[in-house]
């Protein structure tokens, strides 16, 4: 399936439709919310909230007995919830550390969804059959009712986050201050933390219980290379995780046996690595360039700084031994002398070299420089 034949079908064909709406959505407020998360250094919340959601959707399956998804998501959402609040509540009453706490109950939660999920298999029940897809996502199974309960939660989401943006800024950066300003903290970390819980409650049908923490990390780690300003950070995120799902469905769509939860996380995590090498600010490659041109610079300097001490400690810059003492320097090489001729520092002269007035001045300063610096 090429790509005209993919956007013919994106407006003719309506699961595929659904699916491509509901990915980026999804993937859309999936970003927005895991900028705070990220920032926070919260990035295992994600893990440990969407783990701790599987007990929610057994026992909402066990009580009803129904495969309603609105009525698992809600158990789900329940669970993610207890479980957060659990979470605090290692935190605060006892000495152990977040990291603990969260990998703590990941792991209780989810070993007991796991059991309850066991449980409900064994039983002589045809209809407890596909539940184990919460797992790792079956985004076929949307439906337009799902996409406007994503969009609609999307806009509560973006709505909150423009009433609050004060607050959740200040909050983010600096808690203490933020007190006392005479905010309430504890209600904006609750809210906060409320809707990355809905976020991840929301994708579990699309990407699943494994791999929802990567959906809500990855775009805004990827975005994090890019900037340096909250708001840019979110917009950027937004972008990164709707492309996404776009991109995510469009190739789970064109091949044969492709989960598209997995594909969509895959693509996210192209975009952290192109962030990651290719950002200007962050990015290695500009990192290794910048590093480069250091050193060529400071090699520069070096010779420039060099030339200055041979000039105003030897009468005739042109003798054999000066020039015998320049060659032996280490920072001396002709590519560097060239790049000194090019800045119209040294003027080259039948292999002669000397400083130019541009080149003595500038040659002063760093040499003075430096003897401050040993100072």
């Known amino acids: 399936m090429d790509v005209t034949e993919y956007i013919k079908l994106v407006f003719t064909d309506y699961t595929l439709r659904t699916i491509t709406l509901g990915t980026a959505i999804l993937g859309a407020v999936c970003g927005m919310l895991g900028s ?10 994600g893990d440990a909230i969407s783990h701790a959601a599987l007990p929610g959707i057994t026992i909402a399956f066990l009580i009803t007995g129904a495969k309603d998804s609105n009525i698992l998501l809600l158990g789900a959402l329940l669970s993610g919830l207890v479980g957060t609040f659990w979470i605090r509540g290692i935190i605060s009453k006892t000495h152990l550390k977040s990291d603990t706490a969260l990998g703590l109950i990941l792991s209780l939660f989810f070993g007991f969804g796991m059991l309850l999920l066991t449980f409900i298999q064994k039983q002589p029940n045809a ?13 076929a199974t949307l439906v337009e009712s799902d996409v406007w309960l994503m969009a609609i939660v999307t806009s509560i989401c973006l709505f909150v986050l423009l009433l609050f943006w004060k607050e959740f800024k200040i909050l983010l950066f600096d808690a203490d201050y933020t007190k006392t300003l005479g905010f309430n903290t504890k209600f904006i970390d609750i809210l906060i933390t409320t809707f990355i819980v809905l976020a991840i409650v929301l994708g579990l049908q699309t990407v699943g219980v ?35 799902g776009v991109f995510g469905t469009a190739i789970s769509a064109s091949q044969n046996n492709l989960s598209t939860g997995p594909v969509i996380v895959i693509v996210a995590g192209f975009f952290v690595l192109i962030s990651f090498i290719f950002s200007p600010s962050r990015g290695l490659l500009f ?74 001045k500038t040659a002063s300063n760093l040499y003075n420089q430096q003897n401050d610096n040993n100072e």
């Open 127 to 139: 209809n407890q059959a596909g539940l184990d897809k919460y797992l790792f996502g079956q985004a």
């Open 287 to 360: 990192k290794q360039i910048r590093f480069i041109k250091n050193r060529r610079d400071l090699q520069l300097h070096k010779t420039l700084s060099f030339m200055y001490h041979i000039a105003e400690t030897h009468e005739d810059i042109t003798h054999p031994h000066t020039i015998k003492i320049l060659n032996n320097f280490q920072g001396y090489t002709k590519g560097t002398l060239q790049k000194l001729a090019d800045k119209h520092y040294v003027t080259l002269s039948d292999g002669n070299w000397s400083l130019t007035e541009e080149g003595f």
């Open 36 to 45: 705070f998360a990220v920032l926070r250094k919260q990035s295992l919340l």
């Open 210 to 244: 494994v791999l929802m923490s990567a959906m809500l990390l990855a775009p805004a780690a990827a975005a994090r290379q890019w900037t340096n300003r909250l708001g840019t950070m979110v917009i950027i995120a937004a972008l990164f995780g709707a492309f996404s």
